[in-house]
């Protein structure tokens, strides 16, 4: 701690602003940033602004919970359980089809106060996983969680259940056919699908990242993983410091794209070990990330804020766009479509 700081925490406490306070005296807007995965950029404008309300709808509940002076934790929880509930993602109701025909479903949550942690991978009656992860950071002495155990114990702690038809969706179902004809592993954005998929983009993994008034930053993700997955496969989502990551410390990270690449990268403490020991920004140390991803054949995004609520935000670009969207308090929700150059 450098001098300026020093001096910073003692006038602080002659003051009587208490510690936690101390983020308030640094003088930063609570944030909190969303992402609804890649896609190719063959999107229509109704496509477009569909999944635009969604994430406004999300960005904004969010917001009204860093408002009312809620945690990062609860503002994260809140904005992807609006996100599971839509067909539109692949998250919750939108899950994509294990190979086998299920749904599994995987997600995570890091509160990054504590380094408390909590995941669920291959649900598959647990409407909001987003709730079952938060339910094994608080309720157990476990950090993961999966399959039949994970269902169990959303179910023993009140969360709602539902029968796999619930995640049923026609489009969905069809992008498993595609990738079946065509024998592939699919991301949401991949481009190699046969011309129904062309048609239609298939969006994607969800995830929030937040920083509430006490400097507290929190990250979560949930997602239904890649299209024709083997059934029992788990991605890098509900696996901390791959798809999730949150350390007051430092940054909180979510990400979306090739699961099986991003575990081996560890890309989000791969972001928070850059920002921490390599001093990089955040949003340089989102993009050295990402070229990682790409040099082992990945494609994805991740969305990143550092602790004094500057964000970072990345993506494999050349075919790619990643649906991201932010909102500090008292300001409007943005939410950001790019298209390639
Ligand atoms: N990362 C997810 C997985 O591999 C998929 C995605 O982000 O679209 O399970």
Request: charged share 25%; glycine share 10%.
């Amino acid at each position: 701690m450098n001098l300026k700081n020093i001096k910073k925490i003692a006038l602080c406490f002659i003051c009587g602003i208490s510690f936690s306070n101390f983020a308030i005296a640094e003088n930063f807007k609570p944030i909190i940033v969303i992402h609804g995965g890649t896609s190719n950029l063959k999107l229509s404008q109704k496509d477009y602004e569909a999944r635009e309300k969604v994430m406004k709808e999300s960005l904004k509940a969010g917001q009204k919970i860093l408002e009312n002076g809620g945690t990062s934790i609860e503002a994260v929880i809140t904005a992807i359980k609006i996100m599971e509930d839509s067909p539109i993602f692949n998250a919750g109701k939108g899950a994509v089809f294990t190979s086998d025909g299920f749904n599994e479903l995987d997600a995570s949550i890091m509160d990054g106060k504590t380094l408390n942690a909590g995941a669920v991978a291959m649900a598959r009656h647990i409407k909001n996983p987003i709730e079952a992860a938060k339910v094994v950071m608080d309720k157990t002495p476990h950090t993961l969680i999966a399959g039949e155990g994970a269902d169990k114990l959303a179910k023993a702690n009140g969360l709602e259940m539902v029968q796999q038809k619930y995640f049923y969706t026609k489009h969905r179902y069809e992008q498993l056919q595609d990738a079946k004809k065509a024998q592939k592993t699919l991301l949401d954005s991949d481009n190699e699908k046969t011309s129904a998929n062309l048609a239609k983009p298939y969006l994607g993994t969800v995830g929030a990242i937040a920083l509430d008034k006490n400097g507290n930053l929190a990250a979560g993700t949930s997602t239904g993983g890649t299209t024709n997955k083997m059934t029992g496969r788990i991605g890098d989502s509900p696996i901390i410091g791959s798809g999730n990551y949150a350390n007051n410390d430092s940054v909180a990270v979510s990400c979306t794209g090739t699961g099986d690449i991003y575990i081996r990268v560890s890309v989000a403490h791969e972001v928070s070990s850059l920002y921490k020991y390599k001093n990089l920004p955040i949003q340089k140390a989102a993009e050295e990330t990402i070229k990682q991803v790409a040099q082992i054949g990945g494609t994805g995004g991740i969305i990143s804020i550092d602790k004094k609520g500057n964000v970072g935000y990345a993506w494999t670009k050349d075919s790619l766009g990643m649906y991201h969207g932010e909102a500090r308090i008292g300001e409007e929700p943005k939410v950001f479509w790019p298209l390639a150059k």
